[in-house]
């Protein structure tokens, strides 16, 4: 399994932006697919969004489409969620993931992947 810690949460204003990091170590991190969920008190956890292995795929939730963007850096083992235009209701602990993937793929299922974060929180105010 690879190591995933985030960092970048935080509070923000109802149309404010954050970026979320999530730095990998302990295995070949290009040969992860990388995914983004969220879960807010007292509900089950959603996806968010999933970057291939070498970042040329991505897919979002319908919800945040337009507004929140991945993105990776394998040389610096890093992943991205750059969240644009932030709703009070997408207050939420986010969380990383990594699911060893053949090249090409993304997962939107969270039982795809076999390694997390610790989660960040975002706080959106209205």
């Known amino acids: 399994q690879v190591q995933l810690v985030e960092s970048g949460g935080g509070l923000v204003q109802a149309g404010g932006s954050l970026r979320l990091s999530c730095t990998a170590s302990?295995?070949?991190?290009?040969?992860?697919?990388m995914g983004w969920f969220r879960q807010a008190p007292g509900k089950e956890r959603e996806f968010v969004g999933a970057i291939s292995r070498s970042g040329t795929s991505t897919y979002y939730a319908d919800s945040v489409k337009g507004r929140f963007t991945t993105s990776r850096d394998n040389a610096k083992n890093t992943v991205y969620l750059q969240m644009n235009s932030l709703k009070p209701e997408e207050t939420a602990v986010y969380y990383c993931?990594?699911?060893?993937?053949?090249?090409?793929?993304?997962?939107?299922?969270?039982?795809?992947?076999?390694?997390w974060g610790q989660g960040t929180q975002v706080t959106v105010s209205s």
């Open positions: 993931a990594a699911a060893r993937a053949y090249y090409g793929n993304i997962y939107i299922d969270a039982y795809k992947y076999d390694s």
């Open positions: 302990g295995r070949t991190f290009s040969n992860y697919a």
